[in-house]
């Protein structure tokens, strides 16, 4: 189906449109480099770029959003002039291909907050990539398509201009609330669409009192729903990715008076150490009409080692989630009725499992804490706290505060459950405990499925002022109080006390604009 791109500047003889995955594959293969794998997925390669560019994002401010914007390190302002400046860049850069490609679709899968999202980029790959993390229109739907909403304007191959002012690089990620457009120069890593469409997501939602959110979601067959909030490496995709429940989303949604509903119409997944045995869901999601990003495969075979990370430790697949046996289509669910907040701790101080005060989940959710472990990566010796407000603040426009409060506001008016796990160490911190095995965290979180631990004691924890339970079906009680679990009861004292403090540090810059409710939730240092 033909789109005319004069309106943008684009005159480029050969536009292709919302093309079939077949034909995007041909493509690839023929002008971008892909190889078809021996599961049928494609490889492609990004380049320079293996993941995203967080330093070079940059928000157009002087218009009338620059009052909601958070700015600082995560939204640095552009002037417009600056804006114009890339997006003529990269607009001279796709009139000098031989075709560009458009991919039609929608963010959203609730049609009362949906929006109309186009993408115009240069790699077949880039177009299958948001082919699956769109939501796909209907023949019908993109025929009456009309104008978008937003813009996604992908010359990635093409660098940015350093001396550009407030560019600073040869990479740079661009958006234009004013303008509802989006310029990504100098990183062809598709990741950068897809977090692109999200933090966009991310301001027009809180606007009309929605929560959006960087978190998965799933419900059981009786439309009981939960949310899991994580960084990477906390397990959130791993536990979202129950045969038990139906998956409604693994990464991006948003909540509103009727339920939850995910913005993408597909899953990004991590592949490093992927097997049939440890994650069957997203395994057996990998076949014809997945992209797999910067994977190593055996060039004769085509078989993917999921475990060489040579090229990127970030190898990545995406797929339509309807590759997900017990995904709910459509993407829509009802009230949540839990909250869970996963955290990998590997100070081995936070509970395996504690309950939240609405004040508490205000606290941790802004928090967004985990723990890098020791060896991860060049010079860490120990443990290192890393914090990311709401879970995902590389993709906030405003205060985390005004997140939270909306969190706050659901949960109380739907009486949802919010609760905390540590999906990391028990026993010790990294180097003396273990790390708490998988098929107990899963017990965990099937008894707060259940109800089960509703009728159960509870201790609290003197620092955090966590809730405990005292048991836990299918866990060893010993392990879920942690000031009990180490052996050495004056090491877990300092390293409580360690945590406690750099909570309170990372907190400092929010604490001003915060409710004497979340401030009474900080631990006790």
């Known amino acids: 189906m ?11 003889d050969e536009i292709i449109r919302n093309a079939s995955v077949p034909r995007l594959y041909e493509l690839g293969l023929k002008h971008d480099g892909s190889r078809v794998l021996s599961s049928g997925a494609l490889a492609a390669f990004s380049g320079e770029k293996t993941g995203r560019s967080p330093k070079d994002k940059r928000v157009v401010n002087g218009g009338a959003s620059e009052a909601d914007v958070w700015w600082g390190k995560i939204n640095i302002p552009l002037s417009d002039d600056s804006f114009v400046a890339n997006r003529g860049r990269a607009i001279s850069y796709l009139n000098t291909r031989d075709r560009v490609y458009v991919m039609d679709g929608y963010a959203g899968w609730d049609p009362a907050n949906q929006i109309k999202v186009r993408i115009i980029c240069e790699r077949p790959y880039h177009a299958l990539f948001m082919n699956n993390m769109l939501i796909r229109p209907t023949a019908e739907q993109l025929e009456n398509f009309g104008e978008p909403d937003y813009v996604v304007f992908n010359a990635g191959a093409h660098s940015a201009d350093p001396e550009v002012e407030g560019v600073g690089s040869n990479t740079c990620v661009a958006l234009s609330f004013e303008r509802a457009e989006f310029v990504i120069l100098g990183t062809e890593y598709a990741g950068e669409m897809k977090k692109g469409v999200f933090t966009i997501m991310n301001y027009l939602m809180p606007k009309k009192g929605v929560l959006s959110m960087h978190c998965s979601a799933n419900e059981d067959d009786n439309g009981a729903v939960s949310i899991f ?13 129950d045969p ?3 998956l409604i989303g693994d990464d991006e949604h948003c909540w509103t008076d009727t339920g939850v509903f995910n913005i993408e119409g597909g899953c990004y997944a991590k592949m490093i150490d992927l097997s049939a045995e440890g994650e069957p869901e997203i395994y057996n999601a990998i076949r014809f009409g997945t992209v ?7 060039e004769d075979t085509r078989e993917v080692d999921f475990r060489d990370v040579s090229i990127t430790q970030n190898t990545r697949g995406s797929y339509p989630i309807n590759f997900i046996d017990n995904a709910k289509i459509p993407c829509i669910g009802g009230q949540p009725t839990n909250i869970v907040m996963l955290t990998c701790d590997a100070f081995g101080v936070l509970p395996p499992i504690s309950r939240l005060t ?14 890098k472990v020791a060896g991860t990566e060049q010079g860490i010796t120990e443990p290192v706290a890393t914090f990311s407000a709401c879970y995902g603040d590389p993709f906030l426009v405003w205060h985390p505060t005004k997140y939270a409060e909306l969190l706050a506001e659901k949960m109380k008016k739907h009486n949802v459950n919010a609760w905390l796990i540590n999906t990391g160490w028990v026993g010790g911190g990294y180097g003396v405990g273990n790390r708490i095995k998988l098929k107990y965290t899963r017990a965990m979180v099937d008894a707060i499925h ?8 509870y201790e609290t924890d003197p620092v955090f002022g966590l809730e405990i339970p005292t048991s836990c079906p299918g866990v060893p009680a010993e392990v879920l109080n942690p000031s009990r679990s180490w052996p050495d009861a004056a090491a877990y004292a300092a390293q409580a006390a360690k945590l406690a403090g750099l909570f309170n540090t990372n907190f400092e810059e929010f604490a001003p604009k915060c409710s004497a409710e979340i401030l009474a939730a900080a631990p006790k240092a």
Do not use: C, W
């Open 358 to 371: 609405p004040g508490q989940a205000m606290y941790h959710f802004i928090s967004g804490y985990t723990a």
């Open 450 to 457: 259940e109800g089960t631990l509703a009728g159960v004691a």
């Open 229 to 241: 909030f994580g960084l990477s490496g906390t397990g959130k995709t791993t536990l979202s990715a």
């Open 292 to 298: 797999l990003e910067n994977v190593v495969y055996d």
């Open 2 to 12: 033909s789109v005319n791109l004069k309106q943008y500047g684009i005159e480029v």
């Open 244 to 246: 038990h429940r139906h």
